[in-house]
């Protein structure tokens, strides 16, 4: 595959590690930690019923979705794409994921994730990249001009939290959300499929980051890439490796329901800040669709 070289922005700390190390400080001091009756209190940002793995699993979540067409004549920075939202707006704001698909191939071959992860409570914006040879540098580009779009410009910017936002992407897409998440340290989750990258090294990713690779990947094998990835990521930034059992490189494009249920429950998690998914990540998943989990448990 073709060569690329980029550079990034310095990696800025996160507000919520900030916290951690400032709580630590204190403490270290022997300073007085005054905690608010209401810390122990549900997320601001839980949206939708008690998750169960049988939500997590179907084909929809609890929240009826539909869907605008964002042409490429009316963005600037990537190549339109479609929109997949919440139609309800009584439970308040959404978080917003960009995810972009894998070299020469359009969002039509990931489009099932999008009705998928709206329906938990999200707005989704499946891009269209410049061009399907764009380099994971590019399309890690294209993601954050995708969110900044959602947020900003797009006809539903007044039901997202822009506060809450994440990526992913398969295979180059994949790759490309790791170089978005190293270059905007403030996403709250970065999920990549199969990702592809020539760099192998992501210790500057401060994001959470679920990397989801297949066991027979000969484009981008997981020794090569997706364990490589996850095992240069900081521990303190949070992470999972998940393998599935048997998959080729190409496992995001049809509907894949181990891949789902641990992305839905990885976003829900750390976009909104829900504690009640750390059931699904912390063991994590098993079973025969399964060849391997890791993870840096526990997250709360």
């Known amino acids: 595959m073709p060569t690329t070289t980029r550079s990034r922005t310095p990696v800025r700390t996160p507000v919520r590690a900030l916290a951690r190390l400032a709580v630590a400080a204190l403490l ?5 930690l005054a905690v608010p009756a209401a810390a122990n209190a549900a997320s601001p940002y ?11 699993e179907a084909s929809r979540g609890p929240f009826a979705t539909s869907s605008i067409n964002v042409s490429s004549l009316s963005v600037t920075g990537f190549g339109g794409g479609v929109i997949y939202y919440p139609t309800s707006t009584a439970e308040g704001t959404f978080g917003a994921v960009a ?17 998928r992860i709206a329906s938990h409570g999200f707005v989704v914006i499946g891009i269209e990249t410049n ?8 399309r890690g580009r294209q993601l954050l001009a995708a969110l900044d779009y959602l947020t900003e410009r797009s006809s539903v910017r007044g039901r997202i939290d822009s506060s809450r936002l994440a990526v992913a992407g398969h295979s180059m897409g994949g790759g490309g959300s790791l170089e978005a998440a190293a270059a905007r340290p403030s996403l709250q989750a ?7 990258n020539l760099d192998k090294t992501w210790s500057e990713v401060r994001v959470p980051t679920l990397i989801i690779g297949g066991e027979t990947d000969s484009v981008a094998p997981v020794a090569t890439h997706s364990i490589p990835f996850y095992n240069s990521i900081p521990a303190s ?14 496992f995001p494009q049809t509907t894949n329901t181990p891949t789902a249920k641990q992305m839905v429950a990885w976003l829900k998690r750390f ?3 829900d504690t009640r998914y750390e059931q699904f990540l912390c063991p994590g998943p098993s079973g025969s669709a399964i060849q391997e989990y890791r993870n840096t448990c526990p997250s709360a």
């Open 28 to 32: 270290a001091t022997g300073g007085a």
């Open 131 to 138: 061009t399907r040879l764009d380099q994971p540098d590019s």
């Open 237 to 250: 930034s949070e992470k999972a490796y998940l393998e599935l059992d048997g998959a080729s490189h190409f």
């Open 190 to 196: 970065a999920v990549p499929l199969a990702p592809w």
């Open 46 to 56: 839980e949206r939708g019923p008690a998750p169960t793995s049988a939500i997590l």
């Open 99 to 115: 995810i972009s698909p894998g070299y020469t191939a359009s969002w039509s071959s990931l489009s099932w994730l999008g009705p």
């Open 271 to 273: 976009v909104d800040d």
